[in-house]
């Protein structure tokens, strides 16, 4: 695991020395990814550079240090990530002819490239990567994204250079990065609190999308133009059809579970697993226990607030698994100390307030191993999430009317103050009175406006429903997945939200959130689950096999049952979270009202005050929890006086 950064300049304006000064800048913005060593290379003539931090946990010897020069001396890698099949290269390459200076996987990537092609040896990788690789030969630098986005690639063009790198901090140490916040982007940062990959906080830089490859050729009349190349996509999948053996669809799946957990249990460093007592996590952990001869490394964070304490669940799992496990209880001091740092290891707003726990357990589990695996994943393979059921619910009502009538109820519904639906809720027993009835009626109504079910959906996800109000003069940009335009998408609305998720939500936030949390404390992160062959297999799968009703990831609870007792694991899903509604309430008040106040706000010029200090009015005085969307303003706060 590593962090890469580099540049094309198109008019050559450095010298080979200051170009590799320049690129060694670069990389070291992003040390935390690898400590260990760092390298750098460049060309002037033909204006390409790159930079280079190391991780070592393959091949810790000079053989495998980075920038990398092939053999034949055509071509230069700089890659971050990990490939689990080398091996199956390595043959065939020394078939070829080719011998190998070390046992790197990067060595094996380089000459692979070489002998097949970017495009080829891509669709043949099994692993996470982000790199880059100059073809000498051509003339042609290309940038390359694993299947899912297990790992970052920011790039942008700037007179005539093309900038790139793990982190977005890399390429804001180049002189010629802009640095103009996109307002209409800040519009689908606050609707979601992540930047979809698409777009970033800063005009003309994004990052490259899962599954793709980007050719740059510095030769002939579109020099520099950037061609992008989809070697691979979930909805290519889903159109071959479910799997084969049907029949024997828990044994096909374990065997391949099993298959991704090995492969990612091999490292020439200690090795450990989180654990959260969820069924993700814990398949994982069963799975690496059973292919170990010594206790796994485990590790969870708990917390004093019953509600989002998940601790004890592990420990149980652990006992059971015989696993040598390390919890940690963190007192909300500890927590709230992380807060002031969030962005400088995040780079861009980012608020998912899970980021707290999960850098949290990085911190705990590098104390101890340099690679951690974790759950990630399962709930978007296997349909966990409990918005999925909401989701087809909600579409089902809004189906069964026509959209005048759903406008008719909607309005009807709304035309009540919430504090009004609120009062008429307590005419119910307690037991079976709803909470905050007003604001949930009203969500309702607002989603019954809406006229189709991607835009539903897409409201259900929302943090901020209207975020124009919030950045005066922007336009929010809309995807086309977000209008039905998924290309190849699933006929029923219940496997195209999981489908919609797979492409935005696990790359922008989940893997995001995974990414830089574990590369803040320089741990690697690796996710089985999300083996390329395992999501292949649950896009195929029978949605049967995955949920029936309220009850999901069936058939991950089956493998999971050969291994640990249902009573161990069948519950309520619980988020892995931290207290924000509490904190924001609490020791986090005055911090809260400093970043939210309405005269600095309105004075900035970026955002429009009014709608935030009614949510946080509400908020404090208890009557709605706000805590995700107030979350999402105090993140893009604190990152404005880091980074601004």
């Known amino acids: 695991m590593c962090g890469i950064a580099g540049f094309l300049d198109l008019k050559r304006r450095f010298g080979n020395q200051d170009a590799a000064a320049l690129a060694r800048t670069m990389a070291d913005r992003i040390t935390h990814r690898g400590p260990d060593a760092g390298g750098t290379w460049a060309d002037a003539a033909t204006g390409v550079a790159f930079g280079h931090r190391r991780l070592s946990i393959v091949d810790l010897s000079a053989a495998g240090a980075q920038p990398m020069v092939s053999g034949s001396g055509r071509s230069v890698i700089c890659y971050n990530g990990e490939v689990y099949n080398p091996e199956e290269f390595r043959s065939e390459l020394e078939l070829r002819g080719t011998r190998f200076r070390g046992h790197s996987d990067t060595e094996v990537l380089l000459e692979a490239f070489e002998a097949w092609g970017v495009l080829a040896s891509a669709k043949r990788l099994v692993g996470m990567f982000a790199l880059a690789w100059w073809d000498a030969h051509r003339r042609t630098l290309w940038l390359l994204r694993d299947r899912v986005g297990k790992k970052p690639l920011y790039y942008g063009r700037f007179d005539g250079t093309l900038l790139f790198g793990s982190q977005l901090k890399a390429l804001m140490a180049h002189p010629a990065c802009g640095q103009t916040i996109d307002r209409n982007a800040l519009t689908s940062y606050f609707r979601f609190g992540y930047f979809p990959s698409t777009h970033s906080v800063f005009e003309n830089i994004r990052q490259l999308k899962p599954g793709t490859a980007l050719e740059i050729r510095i030769d002939g009349q579109c020099a520099g133009e950037p061609t992008e190349h989809v070697y691979w996509h979930p909805s290519e999948v889903e159109s071959q059809g479910a799997s084969a053996n049907g029949h024997d669809l828990t044994n096909e799946l374990d065997h391949l579970l099993c298959d991704a957990v090995r492969r990612r249990m091999i490292a020439d460093v200690p090795l450990g697993a989180f654990l ?34 998940e601790a004890p669940y592990a420990k149980a799992i652990a006992a059971h698994l015989g696993t040598d496990h390390t919890e940690l209880y963190v007192a909300p001091k500890a927590a709230l100390e992380l807060i002031p740092n969030l962005a400088e290891w995040f780079d861009e707003p980012f608020a998912d307030a899970s980021q707290i726990p999960t850098l949290l357990v990085a911190e705990l589990a590098r104390r101890h191993v340099t690679v951690a695996l974790s759950g990630d994943g399962g709930d978007e393979l296997f349909y966990g999430y409990p918005w999925y059921q909401f989701g087809a619910w909600l579409n089902r009502i809004s189906g069964a009317l026509p959209l005048a009538a759903r406008h008719g109820l909607a309005a009807l519904l709304a035309a009540p103050k919430p504090a009004i639906w609120d009062s008429l809720a307590h005419v119910l027993p307690s037991s079976t009175r709803p909470d905050r009835l007003g604001d949930r009626v009203h969500k309702f109504a607002g989603w019954m406006k809406l006229p189709t079910s991607e835009l539903i959906f897409r409201e259900i996800r929302s943090l901020w429903p209207q975020p124009e109000a919030l950045v005066p003069g922007a336009t929010e940009p809309v995807d086309p997945i977000w209008m039905g335009k998924t290309g190849g998408a699933a006929p029923d609305f219940r496997d195209r939200m999981p489908a919609i998720d797979l492409v935005t939500y696990l790359p922008d936030d989940i893997l995001t959130k995974v990414d830089r949390a574990t590369m803040a404390v320089s741990l690697e992160g690796r996710c089985p689950i999300l083996d390329h062959r395992v999501v292949e297999f649950a896009l195929r799968l029978p949605r049967e096999r995955k949920v029936a009703g309220a009850n999901t990831k069936l058939i991950l609870k089956d493998i999971l049952a050969r291994r640990v007792p249902r009573p161990l694991f069948e519950r309520a899903k619980q988020g892995f979270e931290s207290p924000i509604a509490v904190w924001l309430r609490g020791p986090l008040r005055d911090w809260a009202e400093d970043l939210l106040d309405s005269t600095a706000m309105r004075a900035e010029g970026l955002l429009h005050p009014a709608p935030i200090r009614q949510k946080w009015a509400e908020h404090l005085s208890g009557q709605r929890n706000w805590q995700y969307a107030l979350w999402n303003v105090l993140m893009f706060q604190v990152w404005k006086r880091r980074w601004t």
């Open 276 to 309: 959260s007592g969820g069924i993700d996590s814990s398949t994982v952990v069963a799975l690496m226990q059973e292919q170990s001869s010594r206790a796994i490394k485990t590790f969870s964070i708990g917390f004093e607030e019953p509600r989002y304490n």
